[in-house]
Structures are given as C-alpha cells and as structure tokens.
C-alpha cells in the first residue's frame, strides 16, 4: 500500500504543467487557403501587439504567453506566405480576450477567444476588426496526465483560432469568397 501511495505522489509530482509551444499552435497549410503569387495578401503582414496571454505557472495550470501566441502567428502567416520579411501593408494585432479552460475532467475543452485587428500601415485604416471563439477537445487518449491534455487542448484551440483567421482574412482581405459562402459548383457535362 506505502508503494501504491509513493508511485501515485511521483506521478502527481512529476507532472507538471508545460507553457504551450508556438509550433504545435501553428495554422496548417491547405488548399483553401494557399496564397497565389499575386494576391493582395502575398508577404503583406506584419505581427504588432499581441496582448492578453498568460505565462504557465508550473505549479498550477497550462497557459499561451503572448510570446508564444506571437510567434504562432508569425509562423502561421509565414506558411500561408503572408508575413512580411519588413514592413508589411497590414499590421496585425491580437488581443487574447479569454482562454476558457475546465478545471478538470477526462475529456478537457478549451475555447479562445481573440480579437484580431489589422491596420493599414500607410494610413491607420482599421481594415479587419474580428473576434474569433474557437473550442479544442483534448481527449484521455491523447495524454494521460491530465496537465499535458490542458497543454493539448489549448495548443488545440489556439490553432484553430489562426486557422479561422486565415480563412477571413483570405475572404475579405484578398479577394475570395468566405468558405461558408463559396457557390457551388455545378459540373458542365
């Protein structure tokens, strides 16, 4: 029983929380959001302020530091060749509004919110002012430890919160359709 006791306090010891990692946040590439050559959004961003993130407590909780969150977008954008290698046409901040995270569970849930806003360097014009809610499921299967599945969940949702960016942006900054709005397409026969 005093061994039970031992192992169980290790684990719990040994476990615990990890600030989330920026590449495990970034937005991946598909084909609907790949930037042709001469779009508007090609190489036109710049990452400004990014506010609202925590930094992890080892001894509590998993959170997204705003230097991770930053460096999440700057990569994603860099996938997707938006990001300027100097000063872009648009600067781009992030206001981390909330990081909605369970206290505990088997299954853990975590919802961002973030309010994104993008300026146009030349003249100040606010051009996209968004506030993007996106959930991320990190299930028992993917980590034992429930610190590591928080980790999980809230790379999760952060992900999909730049992912969902991109997409508006692509939709009302470069010229096409949002993706709910695309038409459909009828096959010529």
Known sequence: MKKLILVAAAIALSACASAS???AMVAPVSEANIIADDSPLRDAFTVGAVVGGKETNPLWTSEVSNTDFAEALRQSLSAHAM???VEGKYRL??????????????NLTVTSTVRYTATEVANGAVVFDETIETPYTAQVGDSFLAVKRLQLANEGSIKSNISKLIELLIAKLGGGAPPEAAPAVTPVS
């Open 21 to 23: 990692k920026p590449g």
């Open 83 to 85: 990001l300027s290698a």
């Open 93 to 106: 901040d992030a206001e981390m509004l909330k990081l909605k995270q369970p206290f505990a569970g088997f």
